[in-house]
């Protein structure tokens, strides 16, 4: 089993989403972001009540930036070399198999994956068999 190094708080300003101005009104408009650029727009202007534009201040602190609840930051594998670079790291980085890695390729990566005592974010991902009736 494999612990992180330092276990930080993560703290989130904001975690509901920014949605579009007016995405609520209409179908048409998507709730994805984006930035209000009509003279009049209030929301651009920031009165009093209407909706938050994202800016720098919601960034999270760097030290816990893309860090996962548990403490690790993530490093995609694509094959059983890549787990070498993570042979020091371990206590900082868990490793995630990408999703393009075949059923059998992702066997080997989990058995060395176990040796070298890194931990796997995905490792039962497509190995289980379902059985047959």
């Known amino acids: ?29 998507g709730a994805s972001w984006r930035k209000p650029k009509g003279i009049d727009s209030a929301i651009r202007r920031r009165f009093r009540g209407r909706l938050l534009m994202p800016n720098i201040g919601y960034r999270s602190n760097k030290k816990t930036r893309y860090l996962r609840p548990d403490g690790f930051h993530t490093f995609r594998i694509f094959n059983v ?11 900082k980085y868990a490793a995630e198999i990408a999703h393009s890695v075949s059923a059998k390729t992702r066997k080997k990566i989990v058995e060395r994956a176990q040796r070298l005592n890194v931990k796997l974010t ?3 991902a497509r190995l289980r068999s379902i059985p047959k009736k």
């Open 122 to 124: 995905n490792g039962y």
């Open 1 to 29: 089993m494999v612990f992180p190094t330092r276990r930080l708080k993560i703290v989130k300003k904001r975690t509901k989403p920014f949605s579009r101005p007016h995405s609520d009104w209409k179908k048409t408009v």
């Open 81 to 91: 070399s890549d787990l070498n670079m993570l042979l020091m790291q371990n206590n």
